[in-house]
């Protein structure tokens, strides 16, 4: 009797846990989507450091930190940024496999240091890059964010040096067959990028 009520006791903690967990990521992605990107980090970053074994806070923390350095002029803040990332992204390898999510993240965090400064990175990281797209599509073939972000990396090298568009546009195109088909049940798994492969194909169309 005595283990039965501690079992139940256990099972209602892991219930309530499991509940908290997704309020409070729910309440981090809410913030982000209304813009409020300090308040949505810090909310991954706290939710981060309770999971031990769970890589998607660590995931979002990094995601969230590199697609607003993308915007962010000051180059100080890029830094806090960049390297608030790539903290949560080697967080996140601890915690799982390596999977193709997490190496989009990291190419991602690549791609930001090019733009920051095209000449010096541009030669250093675009290599580094290419392998990271090419190890994602390995592993998950069917992954729509891998296909899509290795071509719109592969759109800006090609636009930059005056190459053909098509085989891009095309790979575009397979991605948002791929972001129709893709499924994970998983809560707060990965689920971005869709309408911007629409516009992008959108944009290579014109």
Do not use: H
Request: with cysteine; charged share 25%.
């Amino acid at each position: 009797m005595k283990a039965l009520i501690i079992l139940l006791l256990v099972t209602a903690a892991e219930v309530i846990s499991a509940q908290t967990y997704q309020e409070v990521m729910q309440k981090g992605m809410q913030q982000w989507e209304e813009g409020n990107i300090e308040s949505a980090s810090a909310i991954f970053e706290r939710v981060a450091a309770a999971e031990q074994e769970n890589w998607l806070p660590d995931y979002y923390l990094g995601l969230v930190n590199t697609t607003e350095a993308f915007n962010t002029k000051d180059k100080k803040k890029v830094e806090a940024q960049l390297k608030k990332a790539e903290g949560a992204l080697q967080s996140a390898l601890l915690k799982t496999e390596e999977n193709a999510e997490l190496l989009v993240l990291e190419a991602l965090i690549y791609t930001v240091k090019i733009m920051q400064n095209p000449m010096t990175n541009g030669q250093k990281y675009m290599p580094k890059i290419n392998e990271i797209y090419t190890k994602a599509e390995k592993l998950e073939p069917k992954n729509p964010r891998v296909k899509f972000e290795k071509a719109q990396f592969a759109m800006g090298s090609a636009k930059f040096f005056g190459n053909d568009l098509a085989p891009i546009c095309k790979d575009i195109e397979t991605s948002i067959v791929l972001f129709e088909e893709f499924e994970n049940d998983t809560p707060f798994y990965p689920n971005w990028g869709k309408d911007q492969a629409i516009k992008a194909l959108e944009s290579c169309q014109q």
